[in-house]
T-cell receptor, first 111, second 113 residues
Framework: KAGVTQTPRYLIKTRGQQVTLSCSPISGHRSVSWYQQTPGQGLQFLFE???????NKGNFPGRFSGRQFSNSRSEMNVSTLELGDSALYLC??????????FGQGTRLTVV | AQTVTQSQPEMSVQEAETVTLSCTYD???????LFWYKQPPSRQMILVIRQEAYKQQNATENRFSVNFQKAAKSFSLKISDSQLGDAAMYFC??????????FGTGTRLKVLA
């Protein structure tokens, strides 16, 4: 079985721009979660989608949004990028809530 | 609110020796899962071991085992016969039901040859 695939792996954007990150879960997994990882804040939960519905949401501003498609693939969008949005963004998929499998992440650098 | 605490920012172990990484958590839930994830320099988070709170028996996966003390809310990871490939960041995580995962701040493990 293919693992969780995140694209792109690396991204450089300018302040004020917007960005879309993609996550393809393991086949059969309906839950997709997104995390932001930074050296200072560690792993912070962004949101979780299950069967195209947002099930949980973390404490991030409205500039961070996401969605999930009928094939369970998920996208995360960040608008009006700020320098502080530079981070590793990790996606995880799971069949149930009890075991998540992570992708390799997208390294976003905002300049 | 649920919290996960890893009090050891960094640990070192000699190759072939045993090391224990500590994790404590706080929750009012009775049914939940605890995990240890490994993040090597490649950045991909890899599930090392999982423990269901309702199970009294400690989980074991090859050289990795946990010491789960539910009353004390403690969940430590023991790595036996440490190998160079075990060097990584280790994160303790908690999850209850459909709620989000909560991660600790991580422990960097160095394995000395």
């Amino acid at each position: 079985k293919a693992g969780v695939t995140q694209t792109p792996r690396y991204l450089i954007k300018t302040r004020g721009q917007q960005v879309t990150l993609s996550c393809s879960p393991i086949s059969g997994h309906r839950s997709v979660s997104w995390y932001q990882q930074t050296p200072g804040q560690g792993l912070q939960f962004l949101f979780e989608y299950f069967s195209e519905t947002q099930r949980n949401k973390g404490n991030f501003p409205g500039r961070f949004s996401g969605r999930q498609f009928s094939n369970s693939r998920s996208e995360m969008n960040v608008s009006t990028l700020e320098l502080g949005d530079s981070a590793l963004y990790l996606c995880a998929s799971s069949v149930d809530s009890a075991k998540a499998f992570f992708g390799q992440g997208t390294r976003l650098t905002v300049v | 609110a649920q919290t996960v605490t890893q009090s050891q920012p960094e640990m070192s172990v000699q190759e072939a020796e045993t090391v224990t990484l500590s994790c404590t958590y706080d929750t009012s839930e009775s049914d939940y899962y605890l995990f240890w994830y490994k993040q090597p320099p490649s950045r991909q988070m890899i599930l090392v071991i999982r423990q269901e709170a309702y199970k009294q028996q400690n989980a074991t996966e090859n050289r990795f085992s946990v010491n789960f003390q539910k009353a004390a809310k403690s969940f430590s990871l023991k790595i036996s016969d440490s190998q160079l490939g075990d060097a990584a960041m280790y994160f303790c995580a908690y999850k209850a039901g459909t709620y989000k995962y909560i991660f600790g701040t991580g422990t960097r493990l160095k394995v000395l040859a």
